[in-house]
């Protein structure tokens, strides 16, 4: 019982890290649009997309341990519960809305360590709707979890 709770907890303490990380990155977004040479915001920028990166795989492992690794409910309680895959596929365009900003932070950092200005030319209006979007989706996936761990079918 206590590896089922403490699994249930981690999965929902990384959703609060991950949904932190991905409004503060927004956040720094903002305020590099505003100085985009401030390194130290940059920083901050960096620091907050790692954590988003982490809790999105700790997020994975713990989803996939507490749906296939039957210590609570069996698989076919997930499979078979049409709010398991309303939450599948929120989480999948979250994945998929985050190939852009992966993509150009990864271009940042590479700027960056060869000394050049990673912010320089960038369209932080675009960076911005997209991150804003990805926080939108978040906030819908536990009214999804809620509904199918109760029990609630979709279809």
Known sequence: MIARASLSALHILVFAIGFGAVFARGRRLR???EQP???GLLQRL???DGMW???ALLWIATGLLRAFGRLEKQPEFYLRNGFFWVKMALFLLVLALEMYPMYTFIQWRVRRSRGGSPTAGANFRSLIAWN???VGIVVL???AAALMARG???F
């Open 37 to 39: 040479e401030d390194a």
């Open 132 to 134: 804003d979007a990805e």
């Open 31 to 33: 305020d590099l649009r």
């Open 152 to 154: 609630a079918w979709l």
């Open 53 to 55: 990166g982490l809790a």
């Open 46 to 48: 960096f620091q907050a």
């Open 141 to 143: 996936i536990p009214f």
